[in-house]
């Protein structure tokens, strides 16, 4: 996969607010149309489950289950949710730049019929994630298996889709250098997070935690990225994206939602700009010629260059290329002669004896890069 570049631009698309961090009040789909088209690089999207409840759901002691029963929940049948879904999906697909993806989140009610119409749509699914819930409600009726989790889609806008950011080497280096997997342990909403209302009853009923937020941003956003979420119920996406510096618009039809996302986005702190920082990788760092060393006087010449266990030993010259016996070349050529080896990373292989002991001269090469970002 290529990894984005983008820059952020010097002021909002027409169509958006001045304020980087906006809630916009009524129905996602028409106030969707009024936004410019290919300006948003993240969609998160926690769509309307479509329960299909069929009246209360009761405990073992008849004690009532607050489930989801809103009216927003509520369709007509299954083609009214499939086209309420193709039309929403379709909107977000007008606004999302051509290297912009789409994460979707549902339970086994709606996410399989989800998932058929963004392949309708043209859509192009790089991962299914399952959320698995530490802690999930029970299965009070004891007919089913314990539902303790939820699935979610990651998609590009379209099949061959090139330049989308997947930060793969800081998620890596976040989880102990091991890839990250396709199946996330993070626990319900809970405790302090959890917006409650004036009679101390949970505000929304399907609040998704902050952790699984953050960690969908992180992995496929880059700061003042702007991200979308069509259903902002009580803000979660907009709070962590502001924490994380990245740009938001939410779309919440129901006033007392988008009210409490306006208040909590509004007291979430911007983290210090050093924890933001983008992981910079070898492969995307300025590219550094062993003669730089050289040149700066950090390896001098005729230096001797050595591995770790000291078994074989080049000669540095003055223009930057090491000799072994009769040989010159470059310190990748003359490592994988040294060795007997096709090829060889001169960066990691050689080292210097310094004041301190033996330095890799990789360690000689990130000094060079600070100078050059300072």
Same mark, same amino acid.
């Given at each position: 996969?290529?990894?984005?570049?983008?820059?952020?631009?010097?002021?909002?698309?027409?169509?958006?607010?001045?304020?980087?961090?906006?809630?916009? /009040?009524?129905?996602?789909?028409?106030?969707?149309?009024?936004?410019?088209?290919?300006?948003?690089? !993240?969609?998160?999207?926690?769509?309307?489950?479509?329960?299909? !409840?069929?009246?209360?759901?009761?405990? @073992?002691?008849?004690?009532?289950?607050?489930?989801?029963?809103?009216?927003?929940?509520?369709?007509?049948?299954?083609?009214?949710?499939?086209?309420?879904?193709?039309?929403?999906?379709?909107?977000?697909?007008?606004?999302?730049?051509?290297?912009? /993806?789409?994460?979707?989140?549902?339970?086994?009610? &709606?996410?399989?019929?989800?998932?058929?119409?963004?392949?309708?749509?043209?859509?192009?699914?790089?991962?299914?994630?399952?959320?698995?819930?530490?802690?999930?409600?029970?299965?009070?009726?004891?007919?089913?298996?314990?539902?303790?989790?939820?699935?979610?889609?990651?998609?590009?806008?379209?099949?061959?889709?090139?330049?989308?950011?997947?930060?793969?080497?800081?998620?890596?280096?976040?989880?102990?250098?091991?890839?990250?997997?396709?199946?996330?342990?993070?626990?319900?909403? /809970?405790?302090?997070?959890?917006?409650?209302?004036?009679?101390?009853?949970?505000?929304? @009923?399907? %609040?998704?935690?902050?952790?699984?937020?953050?960690?969908?941003?992180?992995?496929?956003?880059?700061?003042?990225?702007?991200?979308?979420?069509?259903?902002?119920?009580?803000?979660?996406?907009?709070?962590?994206?502001?924490?994380?510096?990245?740009?938001?618009?939410?779309?919440?039809? $129901?006033?007392?939602?988008?009210?409490?996302? %306006?208040?909590?986005?509004?007291?979430?702190?911007?983290?210090?700009?050093?924890?933001?920082?983008?992981?910079?990788?070898?492969? $995307?760092?300025?590219?550094?010629?062993?003669?730089?060393?050289?040149?700066?006087?950090?390896?001098?010449?005729?230096?001797?260059?050595?591995?770790?266990?000291?078994?074989?030993?080049?000669?540095?010259?003055?223009?930057?290329?090491?000799?072994?016996?009769?040989?010159?070349?470059?310190?990748?050529?003359?490592?994988?002669?040294?060795?007997? !080896?096709?090829?060889? &990373?001169?960066? /990691?292989?050689?080292?210097?004896?310094?004041?301190?002991?033996?330095?890799?001269?990789?360690?000689?090469?990130?000094?060079?890069?600070?100078?050059?970002?300072?």
């Amino acid at each position: 996969m290529v990894a984005s570049r983008r820059g952020a631009p010097l002021r909002a698309p027409r169509g958006f607010s001045e304020s980087p961090h906006q809630v916009i /009040t009524g129905d996602c789909i028409a106030e969707m149309v009024k936004l410019p088209s290919a300006s948003v690089d !993240l969609v998160f999207a926690d769509p309307p489950y479509n329960l299909q !409840l069929r009246g209360d759901l009761k405990r @073992p002691d008849d004690s009532r289950v607050d489930a989801v029963d809103d009216e927003w929940d509520k369709f007509a049948s299954f083609s009214a949710y499939d086209a309420f879904t193709r039309a929403w999906l379709a909107a977000c697909r007008q606004l999302m730049k051509p290297t912009a /993806t789409i994460w979707v989140i549902g339970s086994y009610h &709606n996410i399989f019929r989800v998932g058929a119409i963004m392949q309708d749509l043209g859509f192009w699914i790089l991962n299914d994630v399952i959320w698995r819930k530490s802690n999930p409600m029970p299965n009070f009726r004891g007919r089913r298996f314990t539902n303790a989790h939820e699935t979610l889609i990651w998609a590009a806008r379209e099949p061959n889709a090139k330049g989308y950011t997947f930060n793969y080497e800081a998620l890596k280096a976040g989880n102990d250098d091991v890839q990250v997997r396709s199946d996330w342990t993070l626990p319900l909403c /809970t405790g302090e997070e959890r917006l409650k209302g004036s009679d101390g009853k949970k505000l929304h @009923p399907t %609040q998704k935690p902050e952790a699984l937020l953050a960690r969908v941003i992180l992995a496929s956003s880059r700061l003042d990225d702007l991200v979308l979420d069509p259903f902002c119920g009580t803000g979660t996406t907009g709070a962590v994206c502001k924490r994380l510096s990245r740009r938001f618009i939410g779309i919440e039809r $129901d006033p007392d939602y988008a009210k409490a996302a %306006q208040a909590r986005i509004a007291k979430t702190r911007v983290l210090d700009a050093p924890t933001l920082a983008p992981f910079v990788t070898s492969r $995307d760092a300025p590219r550094v010629p062993f003669s730089a060393l050289v040149e700066r006087g950090l390896v001098t010449p005729g230096a001797i260059l050595t591995d770790a266990k000291k078994r074989h030993k080049a000669l540095v010259r003055a223009d930057g290329a090491v000799s072994l016996g009769g040989t010159v070349g470059s310190i990748h050529r003359i490592g994988a002669l040294a060795q007997g !080896l096709e090829a060889c &990373n001169g960066w /990691t292989f050689w080292h210097v004896e310094t004041e301190n002991g033996l330095r890799p001269i990789d360690e000689f090469r990130s000094q060079v890069r600070a100078e050059m970002t300072d």
